[in-house]
């Protein structure tokens, strides 16, 4: 007789939760949101790495807010209610970077604020943790988070790669690599974003093909099995 762990269907959800807002429903790959701060800021994977915690935290405090008090915000104002928590948090994080990292909330400028209206961080208040326990939020915030982050440092590392030959400014490809202004500027953006998502395209195909391919096995043993037991009996 198998022994039932009542632990694993709750570690089998949060992993659930964590793979589907990293990888299949990730906000750009999936969804294509948030793509003004993607195409904005990612000239290097600096810009983008920082940007992407920006925005992770915004997603973590604002996701557990809205969780915990889900109960209390009445149905016709929750969305209002939801901006305001989210840019309550974003004012915060704004401050602190313009007080310990003044140079970077220099560069990113008027992408921090904006990201009030990221769809990205909206969607998920009004999507998951309004509908669901802060523990579950705060995970499906991580995960949403860090696949936003994964994005930007992916794009911005590209652009960095191909346009200066460099990566969280270190040299790659040494001083004789021409640079390539076309990738730093808004164009190059959207052409490494093209190639992203066409690899990430292939990689999803040969995902879903793996697990056809197990779920035909699984299905053919279980078929096996049956007609075992049919002839036995």
Not at 37 to 65: D, Q, R
Not at 102 to 118: E, Q, S
Request: aromatic letters at 10%; glycine letters at 8%.
């Amino acid at each position: 007789m198998q022994c039932h762990n009542p632990n694993e269907e709750p570690i089998n959800q949060k992993a659930e939760i964590f793979a589907n807002g990293f990888w299949h429903n990730n906000a750009i790959f999936a969804q294509l949101l948030g793509m003004c701060p993607l195409l904005g800021v990612t000239t290097s994977a600096e810009n983008g790495f920082w940007m992407g915690a920006a925005t992770l935290l915004a997603l973590i405090c604002s996701n557990l807010t809205v969780s915990l008090i889900r109960g209390a915000i009445p149905a016709n104002v929750r969305i209002p209610a939801y901006i305001t928590i989210i840019a309550a948090f974003v004012s915060i994080i704004e401050m602190a970077m313009n007080a310990w990292m003044h140079d970077m909330y220099l560069v990113l400028g008027l992408f921090i604020p904006l990201i009030v209206v990221n769809c990205a961080i909206l969607g998920r208040a009004e999507a998951f943790a309004s509908k669901n326990t802060p523990i579950n939020s705060l995970v499906d915030a991580l995960a949403m988070g860090s696949g936003f982050t994964f994005a930007l440092v992916l794009l911005g590392g590209i652009r960095e790669l191909l346009g200066q030959g460099e990566v969280f400014g270190f040299d790659v490809f040494g001083p004789s690599y021409p640079d390539v202004l076309m990738f730093i500027l808004p164009p190059g953006a959207f052409i490494a974003l093209g190639f992203i998502l066409a690899g990430v395209n292939i990689i999803n195909r040969k995902m879903q093909a793996r697990k056809d391919k197990k779920a035909a096995a699984l299905l053919n043993m279980q078929t096996a099995a049956t007609q075992t037991a049919e002839v036995q009996s």
